[in-house]
């Protein structure tokens, strides 16, 4: 069992109870699992980073640099993307950005080889959901409080033909209902297609030198090579979803902000 | 795929814990200490921005006492050439007087010399003449026997002297 659970690429997901098995809440199950732990880790991993770089000097050491380049990173998304009005959503786009950074990169990190497994949460659309339904509320609740139901106009854009509005009123509706969906699949596809490219092909080597040191040449090699390709590629992918996640949302805040 | 497998039996399990630990992560680091680092780049662009501002007000003032500084220079400059052109005046003025009184003091003198100078040879041509007369009239009473008048014998030598 333990053998045949190993060539398979998408044992990696298994969600496995590690304590609380019977901790409920309303009747809902909340056991601590270990998509929990690195969550745990990740938020852990994300203070320290941060902490580190709270020394508050006015000339900054490499730790406080690189704290404050994330800071001016989200800081100027922000800005373009929204405007002087974006400043207040700094805490919360720095703190989405970086979770996901940190729970990425640490679901990459290579700790199996010390008999760890890492667990890469942000593979599972029942945790990119979460989050991707947070920003979506978040946008939901700006722009009906600061527009009212004039927010309705975003789905008009400006110099639509009257007899088109009805149409084009439902299209765009369509397109601003699927964001949460296209948010937290976008990244659970992305973390998890490369999880499992990195699986396949080390189940490649393995199975390769398992089958004598002429398969290992022709299949194993290449397909090592091939992953440390794809573990390169990876962490990019890592850093570009986690972008492209905080980036879509200072979009959507754009349009609550200041509609189009 | 255990994403969906194991939905309907971990998903509360997600949804709570993704929502304590983003919690944690939004009120610790989003909310606590996001805002004090961005404060620290905030007041340290403010202190550059400020010392940029001092700096330059600073060669301002330095280009204005620069410029007052050369102005003053130029001015004494010019007066002290003012002075000295003044000066050289004077000295040419103080030597030409005493070179004049030089002149004339040296004029004076000439002129006294050559004054004495015409009354000796007047002197000397008047006693050539009265010895010239006397040795005429000697030779003239020993030669010719002649005893000739005084008068005649000057006027015959002065004309021989003027006429030669």
Known sequence: ?260 | MPQIAQLGEFYSSQIFWLLVFFGITFFVVGRGMVPKVMDTVASRDKQIADDLKAAESARAQADQEEASWRARENANRAEAQGLIADARAKAAAATAQRLAVAQAGIDATIAGAETRIADARRAAADEIETVAAEVTRDIVSRIAGLSLDDAAVRGAVKENLVHG
């Open chain 1, 1 to 260: 069992m333990a053998a045949e659970a190993k060539l398979d690429p998408m044992h990696q997901f298994q969600l496995e109870k590690l304590a609380g098995a019977d901790w409920n809440i309303a009747g809902y199950n909340v056991a601590f699992t270990n998509s929990a732990l690195w969550m745990a880790i990740a938020t852990l991993a994300l203070i320290v980073f941060v902490a580190g770089g709270m020394k508050r000097a006015v000339v900054p050491g490499r730790w406080q640099m690189a704290v404050e380049t994330f800071t001016g990173f989200i800081d100027g998304m922000l800005a373009a993307n929204v405007g002087k009005a974006g400043k207040k959503y700094v805490p919360y786009i720095f703190s989405l950005f970086m979770f996901i950074l940190f729970a990425n990169f640490l679901g990459l990190m290579p700790l199996g080889v010390v008999g760890v497994h890492a667990f890469t949460f942000t593979s599972h659309f029942s945790a990119t959901g979460v989050l991707a339904v947070m920003s979506f509320g978040i946008v939901l609740i700006v722009g009906f409080a600061r527009h009212g139901l004039h927010f309705f106009s975003l789905f008009v854009p400006h110099g639509t033909p009257v007899g088109m509005i009805p149409i084009i009123f439902v299209v765009e509706l369509i397109s601003f209902l699927v964001r949460p969906f296209s948010l937290g699949l976008r990244l659970f596809v992305a973390m998890m297609a490369g999880h499992v490219l990195l699986e396949v092909l080390s189940s490649f080597v393995i199975s390769g030198g398992n089958n004598g040191p002429i398969m290992f040449v022709i299949a194993g090699v290449p397909s090592f090579v091939l992953m440390v390709g794809i573990c390169a590629l990876e962490l990019l992918v890592a850093g570009i979803q986690a972008y492209v996640f905080a980036l879509l949302t200072c979009v959507y805040l754009n349009d609550a902000e200041n509609l189009h």
